[in-house]
């Protein structure tokens, strides 16, 4: 039986170590949201869920961070996270609010129109609406985390159009979340100890690719 290298026991538990942090990191940074989502019943605390969501973004923002210094051969994930905090913290919160917003409004307009007739024609176009929407703020998110010296409403324009241009990798990272909400509300100490990150790495990893036309041209985005 061939010998597993140590090299490979290396790498193995960078990547263990690399989640656990990132995970232990986001948890913290996003405590408000995780607080009420266990505390309370979210059909009925969603307004205070829409207030406390976008201060997540920084902390998604640092985690992409995180990702970014790893692949570049970065082994201090703490360091990262809190560089990537610093850099990005201001434009990543316009971020989530600006997200969160218009998600809230098309989620009302929605509700005030699933029992009416006109349901039938405009539900399906909010539906999309919000597609954007979520789209648009991850891969925004992505953006600053790796380019933070990049304008805002730059950033914003690049994740609208290449969210949407590679509309089905966005769509697997949105099942990726789907998935981690799930498993939030059977499993919470897994979702938030074990599989966050992983969810949050593969919608890294997607939306890196999107946004790839733009990356590290700064002028191309404009």
Same mark, same amino acid.
């Given at each position: 039986?061939?010998?597993?290298?140590?090299?490979?026991?290396?790498?193995?538990?960078?990547?263990?170590?690399?989640?656990?942090?990132?995970?232990?990191?986001?948890?913290?940074?996003?405590?408000?949201?995780?607080? /009420?989502?266990?505390?309370? #019943?979210?059909?009925?605390?969603?307004?205070?869920?829409?207030?406390?969501?976008?201060?997540?973004?920084?902390?998604?923002?640092?985690?992409?961070?995180?990702? %970014?210094?790893?692949? /570049?051969?970065?082994?201090?994930?703490?360091?990262?996270?809190?560089?990537?905090?610093?850099?990005?913290?201001?434009?990543?919160?316009?971020?989530?609010?600006?997200?969160?917003?218009?998600?809230?409004?098309?989620?009302? #307009?929605?509700? +005030?129109?699933? #029992?009416?007739?006109?349901?039938?024609?405009?539900?399906?176009?909010?539906?999309?609406?919000?597609?954007?929407?979520?789209?648009?703020?991850?891969?925004?998110?992505?953006?600053?985390?790796?380019?933070?010296?990049?304008?805002? %409403?730059?950033?914003?324009?690049?994740?609208?159009?290449?969210?949407?241009? %590679?509309?089905?990798?966005?769509?697997?990272?949105?099942?990726?979340?789907?998935?981690?909400?799930? +498993?939030?509300?059977?499993?919470?100490?897994?979702?938030?100890?074990?599989?966050?990150?992983?969810?949050?790495?593969?919608?890294?990893?997607?939306? %890196?690719?999107?946004?790839?036309?733009? /990356? #590290?041209?700064?002028?191309?985005?404009?």
């Amino acid at each position: 039986m061939r010998r597993i290298s140590h090299d490979t026991y290396a790498t193995v538990f960078a990547v263990v170590y690399l989640g656990v942090v990132t995970n232990a990191l986001l948890l913290v940074s996003s405590l408000p949201l995780v607080v /009420l989502l266990v505390t309370t #019943d979210p059909m009925t605390s969603w307004p205070l869920i829409a207030i406390a969501a976008p201060l997540c973004a920084p902390g998604i923002a640092a985690a992409f961070r995180v990702f %970014r210094e790893h692949a /570049l051969g970065g082994t201090a994930p703490v360091r990262a996270f809190w560089a990537g905090i610093r850099a990005t913290w201001a434009k990543a919160l316009a971020i989530g609010v600006i997200g969160t917003s218009s998600i809230v409004v098309l989620f009302v #307009d929605f509700r +005030l129109v699933a #029992d009416a007739a006109i349901g039938v024609l405009v539900g399906p176009v909010l539906l999309v609406l919000a597609f954007v929407a979520v789209a648009t703020t991850l891969l925004a998110l992505v953006g600053v985390a790796e380019e933070p010296a990049a304008r805002l %409403r730059d950033i914003l324009r690049a994740a609208a159009v290449l969210g949407m241009r %590679r509309w089905y990798l966005t769509a697997v990272s949105l099942l990726a979340f789907g998935a981690q909400a799930w +498993l939030f509300v059977s499993m919470p100490a897994i979702a938030m100890g074990l599989t966050a990150s992983a969810a949050l790495y593969l919608a890294w990893a997607n939306s %890196r690719y999107s946004l790839r036309p733009v /990356l #590290d041209l700064e002028p191309a985005v404009a």
